[in-house]
């Protein structure tokens, strides 16, 4: 099993900036891809950004593109998402997730993780 631990969420103003951190421990080696998701309330949880564990070959959703950044620090089992110029309709839960097998293209369905943080709740005001 891989248990993943959020941090970094909080109350910004927009325009404003924050880093999320994830990190994993148990069998962090059995990782193929981590990656981060967001749930705003009545929506479905989106998919924002996503990294090859092995290679660090980033994808990031067209929607954030230009303003987050996914990186890692394989020393510390730990996945980052820089979040800039953050705007109100950012604010959501923002989960981390690991892939348990290899993929030919980025996982971005939920579907395709198996395992989940507990969430990190990001709001941007206006």
């Known amino acids: 099993q891989v248990q993943l631990v959020e941090s970094g969420g909080g109350l910004v103003q927009a325009g404003g900036s924050l880093r999320l951190s994830c990190a994993a421990s148990?069998?962090?080696?059995?990782?193929?891809?981590m990656g981060w998701f967001r749930q705003a309330p009545g929506k479905e949880r989106e998919f924002v950004a996503t990294?090859?564990?092995?290679?660090?070959?980033?994808y990031v959703v067209d929607s954030v593109k230009g303003r987050f950044t996914i990186s890692r620090d394989n020393a510390k089992n730990t996945v980052y998402l820089q979040m800039n110029s953050l705007k109100p309709e950012d604010t959501a839960v923002y989960y981390c997730?690991?892939?348990?097998?290899?993929?030919?293209?980025?996982?971005?369905?939920?579907?395709?993780?198996?395992?989940w943080g507990q969430g990190t709740q990001v709001t941007v005001s206006s």
């Open positions: 997730a690991t892939t348990q097998r290899p993929m030919v293209l980025p996982p971005s369905l939920p579907s395709q993780y198996k395992y």
């Open positions: 990294m090859s564990w092995s290679s660090g070959a980033p």
């Open positions: 148990g069998r962090p080696f059995s990782i193929y891809h």
